[in-house]
Nanobody
Framework: QVQLVESGGGLVQPGGSLRLSCAASESIFNFYAMAWYRQAPGKERELVARITSTGWTNSEDSVKGRFTISRDNAENTVYLQMNSLKPEDTARYYC?????????????WGQGTQVTVSS
């Protein structure tokens, strides 16, 4: 089992920045794709950004140029740097780890951290 613990959320003004951290309980970066998802009240959970085990990244269109996902293998931690935050970025952000056993995807989730963008 992989345990994921997020931190770094909080209240920030529009245009501000936050860095979210996701600490994993074991070495996952050679086998797992890591991702950040978010869910706002009344909305479905959506993918924000993803980084593969080989370091390739992609992000949702609405955050391109503002959010950056990265990893630190030595610390077994994934980050989401969020700049130029907008009120519509307000959501609970979840860390996700995914691997495939044969063709079966297996996902692990953190408890989430709240990000609120408001003046």
């Amino acid at each position: 089992q992989v345990q994921l613990v997020e931190s770094g959320g909080g209240l920030v003004q529009p245009g501000g920045s936050l860095r979210l951290s996701c600490a994993a309980s074991e070495s996952i970066f050679n086998f797992y794709a890591m991702a950040w998802y978010r869910q706002a009240p009344g909305k479905e959970r959506e993918l924000v950004a993803r980084i593969t085990s080989t370091g390739w990244t992609n992000s949702e269109d609405s955050v391109k140029g503002r959010f950056t996902i990265s990893r630190d293998n030595a610390e077994n931690t994934v980050y989401l740097q969020m700049n130029s935050l907008k009120p519509e970025d307000t959501a609970r952000y979840y860390c996700n780890a995914e691997k495939h056993v044969a063709t079966i995807p297996i996902d692990y989730w953190g408890q989430g951290t709240q990000v609120t963008v408001s003046s």
